[in-house]
């Protein structure tokens, strides 16, 4: 008998993550990803339909990270055949504060930590050839420039990249995007200073995007409707980029 396809949503505690999970799991069976077991079993008893799956990690140690799924996939006997990698982590200073063990853990946390995980879901021994969809939750700005976030820029700019690299090496087997949100209000957002909010408020012609909204194109992009869409960093801001920056 084959084994059960997941689909594995990376940050799924809180935020984004936990949005896309819920939209996602009456259609599909999912492994929700995050740091704190408490936090995923609220969100595991928010989903609909049964036989979800949690998976505790710490992607900011992103050299522990195969090895931790590999063993996850072999315990579990779960494959998976979607990826949303909603993981995510961001802070505001002057580049003249940045401190490299920050930035490194921004990098594992944003972009080394999908990476790691595409490697093993690719490997046959660890995931047979059940792999279909990665879909990576970059940013507005791996586009456009922002005062303060040099760093958060830089891993969401890696992950667009990399989706395009990827896109190439493993059509048509496997589809490969990235979803640019502009600002949405999640708990992680809602910690950023109230100017800095004030200003993106401004900015968004259509004002802040919700979870749901994130999430209405994450569905999308996971179904059949969207066959023919690969090596796509897609830009669903508000009207944001088209009209002014920060």
């Known amino acids: 008998m084959d084994a059960p396809a997941f689909t594995l949503v990376t940050g799924a505690s809180s935020g984004i993550g936990s949005g896309v999970a819920v939209a996602l799991a009456p259609e599909r069976k999912l492994i929700l990803h995050g740091r704190d ?4 079993e609220g969100v595991r008893g928010a989903c609909a339909g049964g036989g979800h799956l ?18 996850f996939l072999r315990a579990s006997g779960a494959r998976v ?7 995510g982590t961001v802070s505001v200073r002057p580049t003249r504060l940045d401190v490299y063990g920050d930035s490194l853990r921004a990098m594992n946390v944003n972009f080394f930590s999908a990476a790691e995980i595409i490697q093993v879901l690719l490997q046959a021994a660890h995931n047979g050839r059940t792999l279909q969809d990665i879909l990576l939750i970059s940013s507005i700005y791996s586009r456009l420039g922002a005062k303060g976030q040099g760093i958060y820029c830089a891993t969401k700019g890696a992950a667009d990249a990399y989706v395009r690299a990827l896109a190439a090496e493993l059509s048509p087997r496997v589809r490969v995007n990235s979803l640019l949100p502009g600002a949405v209000l999640t708990p992680m957002t809602e910690a950023l200073p109230e100017a800095y909010l004030d200003r993106c408020r ?9 979870v749901a909204d994130v999430a209405n194109y994450v569905e999308f992009l996971l179904s059949p409707k969207a066959r023919w869409v690969t090596g796509q960093n897609i830009v669903a801001d508000g009207g944001f980029s088209a009209c002014k920056g920060l």
């Open 37 to 40: 077991r408490e936090r995923l």
């Open 54 to 71: 949690v998976w505790t990690a710490d992607f900011a140690r992103a050299d522990l990270l195969a090895e931790e799924l590999k063993a």
């Open 81 to 87: 055949s979607a990826l949303v990698h909603c993981a």
């Open 202 to 210: 401004d900015a968004h012609p259509l004002g802040l995007g919700s």
